[in-house]
Structures are given as C-alpha cells and as structure tokens.
Nanobody, 117 residues
Framework: QVQLVESGGGLVQPGGSLRLSCAAS????????MGWYRQAPGKQRELVAS????????NYLDSVKGRFTISRDNAKNTVYLQMNSLQPEDTALYFC??????????WGQGTQVTVSS
C-alpha cells in the first residue's frame, strides 16, 4: 500500500520560510517522479515543483523560481520542499504526488501553508 505523508506546514509571516516533507512508504521515490502541488481556496490545483526519477532534474512554477527548492533524500525515502521568502499568495494546501514510470499517480493528504501577518 502506497502512502505519502506530508508534514511541515503551518502559519508563517510574509518573508518567512518553511520546509515541507513528504515521507513515502510502499513506493521508492528514487524510482518515481515526485512533485509538490498546491491548491488555494477557489482555485485549481497547480504544480509547484517536480523532480524526475532519473537524473534528478527539477522544474518549478514561474512564481516560485528562486524561492522554492525541491529535493529528495533517497535513504529516508522522503521528498522536501524548501520554501523561502513566502508571500500571502503562497497560502494553500500543499500536496505531494508520486508518479510511476507507468503513469500511476499517488497523492498525499496535504499540509496547510498559511502566510499572513
């Protein structure tokens, strides 16, 4: 059974930082593409950052480039999203997703990030 468990969300002031974690079980993250998505109230879910299963290449949503960094620790089977210089528009429910080479997708339950003074 595949499980993705996100953690690290919370309330932070504008300009602050958070690091989200996605701990995987039942799946090996180094063999799958991993991504972080977010969904704000009334908006569609959007891909924030992704890392490929082979080579570790990364891609980012334009609005987070230079502020967010996706990484993975294969030994811990965990993917991270380091978020710096957070802004109120980054407020959303953040989800982790694994996509197998065959195209199967698995989602975590999400962790809330709120950026507010």
């Amino acid at each position: 059974q595949v499980q993705l468990v996100e953690s690290g969300g919370g309330l932070v002031q504008p300009g602050g930082s958070l690091r989200l974690s996605c701990a995987a079980s039942g799946i090996t993250i180094s063999r799958n593409a991993m991504g972080w998505y977010r969904q704000a109230p009334g908006k569609q879910r959007e891909l924030v950052a992704s890392i490929s299963y082979r080579g570790g290449s990364t891609n980012y949503l334009d609005s987070v480039k230079g502020r967010f960094t996706i990484s993975r620790d294969n030994a811990k089977n965990t993917v991270y999203l380091q978020m710096n210089s957070l802004q109120p528009e980054d407020t959303a429910l953040y989800f982790c997703k694994a996509v197998t080479p065959g195209g199967l997708g698995y989602w975590g339950q999400g962790t809330q990030v709120t950026v507010s003074s």
